[in-house]
């Protein structure tokens, strides 16, 4: 048992640990919930004497993560760091950590069958839900879900798994638990019930009737910046601590939740550590993915292509940071209902916390898996500026970004690595079409992603293929610069 993070320079946990109680139980266990959700709880813990404890569950990769976690004895640092300071916590909030590669599904479920469970939870990233991005669907053709609905007694999707779990509650007897995604997708509690509940009832429509009565899905908005781990951000928090953690994270000290008090077997008292509790999340979602998201996909396709590596080199370029800003106030703000937010002050933080030069996020980090993202960061958007008629050109610029990013080479001709699940298909595309209006034409054909509406609407066309071609023309930065100037 390697407990030496009980005496690294950080906060540490002065609450009996024997005491908690998984109630909890969440799965993937990334940077991101272990800079947020888990924060949360150990603040709890340590201020209040929550006996709120986590189960965490990797479905996918993180192999080693699991297993150097175990050897820490379920602890870990998360280091908030600013460009001036830097503070350091040790959570102590988890009391198991499994991985279905190496503990095996039956232990998996035998953690979700556990009585006292009350909520799990979700990172698991858009794609991890196997739904469409354009409808919100369940994809029944998805090759997880496909090999699901063929044995949902051995499921490997966190929607198979869940809902096999949710069977065996049901036939024990036992209580049903709340389901919650803290992903970035608008009414994120919405997709979440669609997929279970359609997955359900492809399997046995009286346990999709029983889901629909007695598990609730609350949406939730989180917000805080965390960059991939690295090499270097470990030996960082490491010479802060004292103490060798590779389970460590880095993140911005800002943190934000704002969740759906919607829950059918209690809750923690997460307004004490912060969280806004409230009825309806939908307002605070939109805002956050297309004003903070939405300028994030911005920054990182054009930021990438111009050779940014991260956010904060992007806002060193005053055309980037007015461009971003023009995104949020003049085409993001319109589209929201946000009665009572400063929104120009929201934006304006934004930009502060982008120029936090202590954190190296990753223009290619943010720029993953943009099939999933794009049509809440950036689509939305349009069809609102399409329906009244308003101006979009930072948004279109942003799409072309994306489209002139996932064709593959840089602007010095160099590769890109192109991290998506629908990598495949847009590879085929691209080789199948010459670069230029042709390369426009052939990636809106991904109706997952543009639906069937976007590319028959010749305003949205011309737009987006007009800035493609100002990209393959003048390159990133010089549209950018362009872009506000017209």
């Keep these: 048992m390697n ?69 820490q004895d379920y602890l870990y640092s998360v280091a908030e760091m600013s460009a001036d300071a830097w503070q350091c916590r040790v959570i102590g909030v988890i009391t198991q950590a499994l991985h279905i590669q190496t503990d095996g599904l039956e232990a998996i479920l035998q953690a979700l069958l556990q009585p006292e469970v009350a909520i799990v939870s979700m990172t698991i990233t858009e794609k991890g839900y196997c739904h469409s991005p354009a409808t919100g669907q369940l994809q029944l053709e998805h090759p997880l879900i496909v090999q699901d609905l063929a044995n949902p007694q051995r499921p490997q999707s966190a929607v198979g798994v869940i809902v096999a779990a949710l069977a065996q509650r049901k036939a024990a007897g036992r209580p049903a638990f709340s389901v919650m995604s803290c992903d970035n997708m608008p009414e994120n509690g919405h997709v979440t019930r669609n997929v279970i509940t359609a997955y359900a009832k492809a399997i046995d429509p009286a346990l999709a009737i029983w889901i629909e009565a007695n598990v609730t899905f609350p949406s939730t908005m989180v917000d805080r910046i965390v960059p991939a781990v690295t090499t270097d951000s470990l030996a960082q928090v490491a010479r802060q601590t004292g103490v060798r953690d590779p389970v460590a994270v880095t993140c911005e000290p800002f943190r934000q939740w704002v969740i759906e008090d919607n829950f059918v077997a209690g809750r923690p008292a997460w307004e004490k550590a912060g969280a806004e509790l409230v009825s309806n999340v939908l307002p605070f979602e939109e805002m956050k993915l297309r004003m903070l998201n939405g300028s994030h996909s911005f920054l990182a396709y054009l930021g990438y292509l111009a050779g940014y590596q991260h956010i904060s080199d992007c806002m060193q370029d005053e055309h980037y940071v007015k461009a971003a800003r023009h995104l949020m106030l003049a085409e993001q703000a319109p589209t929201l209902n946000t009665p009572g937010t400063d ?81 495949e298909e847009i590879a085929h595309l691209v080789a199948a079409s010459t670069e230029g209006e042709a390369r426009v034409q052939a990636l809106l054909q991904m109706d997952s992603v543009f639906g069937r509406d976007l590319p028959d609407n010749q305003t949205f066309v011309s737009a987006v293929t007009q800035a493609y071609l100002a990209l393959l023309a003048y390159g990133a930065r010089s549209t950018v610069a362009k872009v506000l100037a017209r």
């Design 3 to 71: 407990t030496k993070l009980l005496s690294a320079n950080a906060i540490l946990p002065q609450y009996d640990r024997s005491k908690l109680i998984p109630r909890l139980v969440h799965l993937g266990f990334g940077a991101f919930h272990r800079a947020h959700q888990a924060v949360y709880a150990d603040i709890l813990a340590q201020n209040q004497g929550s006996d709120w404890g986590y189960c965490e569950i990797n479905l996918i990769g993180g192999e080693q993560q699991i297993a150097d976690f175990k050897q």
């Design 343 to 423: 929104l120009e002050k929201y934006a304006d933080s934004l930009l502060a916390r982008y120029r936090n030069t202590a954190l190296k996020h990753r223009t290619w980090q943010i720029a993953m898996d943009g099939t999933q993202k794009l049509p809440q960061r950036m689509l939305d958007s349009i069809r609102w500026h399409l329906a009244n008629g308003s101006d979009f050109a930072c948004l279109a610029l942003g799409v072309a970004g994306w489209m002139r990013y996932v064709s593959g080479k840089d602007e010095q001709g160099q590769p890109i690595e192109i991290s998506d699940p629908l990598r």
